[in-house]
């Protein structure tokens, strides 16, 4: 409930931390949507932790619900189908890759460059770059799985041609492109922001494709009722 990490442009950052969940009532999430849905002959066989709060701050917790989810027993969803997304907590991503469950790693990097993440994520400096792609590293070697690396298009603040050049260096300097995709997701506006325009959105995706950097762009759900990435916040 809220979020410790205080990214300066989510709704979520802004409402401070209240408390980490315990598994059962993460699992109770999943539950509510599985009964609606089994009305509808359908089923639950997609999870992400994110959106609200930071999932390797309540690690022991986020992995035993995976679990469950996962378990024949349980719900039944495939681990490939079971994704956990972070800021960047190397301790969480070092834990992972000794889990047995094969999950599906998301980091937000949200910039190229430790200035300025630190800049619009202030939790940033006890998570620098160089400390993230060294784990992210050890993580790609250890398990030969993918990840993907999230990044908020937000206008004049990370949208740059200087800031898609830096983010594909970075990448490409230090990580193996082809374990590797980019996730740009057009701002969704909650504080002082605004979206990236769709032209600067192509630009930028463009460079990192240009340097074999595999990108994609999100689709953008749950805007008309607040509830869009970075817009998840109790009234």
């Known amino acids: 409930v809220g979020c ?33 849905l089994k009305k509808e002959g359908k089923r639950v066989d997609n999870v992400v932790f994110m959106g609200m709060g930071e999932p390797f701050l309540n690690y022991d ?64 400096k006890n998570y620098p770059l160089e400390k993230i792609i060294k784990i992210v590293r050890r993580y790609l070697q250890n398990t030969n799985r993918r990840v993907m690396f999230e990044y908020i298009m937000i206008d004049n603040v990370n949208d740059s041609d200087k800031c898609a050049y830096e983010l594909a260096a970075l990448i490409k300097n230090n990580l193996s492109s082809k374990l590797v995709f980019v996730n740009l997701i057009r701002y969704n506006p909650a504080r002082n922001f605004k979206p990236s325009n769709e032209q600067q959105i192509k630009r930028f995706k463009t460079i990192l494709e240009d ?25």
């Open 4 to 36: 410790p990490i205080g990214c300066i442009f989510c709704a979520t950052g802004a409402m401070g931390f209240s408390l980490n969940l315990a598994i059962d009532e993460i699992i109770e999430q999943v539950l509510l949507f599985a009964r609606l």
């Open 61 to 124: 917790n986020v992995i035993a619900a995976a679990r469950i989810l996962n378990d024949a027993q349980g719900l039944n969803i495939g681990a490939r189908h079971i994704s956990i997304s972070t800021i960047g907590i190397s301790a969480g991503i070092e834990k992972l890759i000794d889990e047995p469950l094969q999950l599906n790693l998301a980091v937000s990097l949200h910039a190229p460059n430790d200035r300025l993440r630190q800049k619009i994520i202030p939790a940033a």
């Open 211 to 235: 340097s074999n950097i595999e990108t994609t762009q999100r689709f953008r759900f749950g805007q008309d009722i607040k509830a869009a990435c970075g817009q998840l916040a109790a009234d």
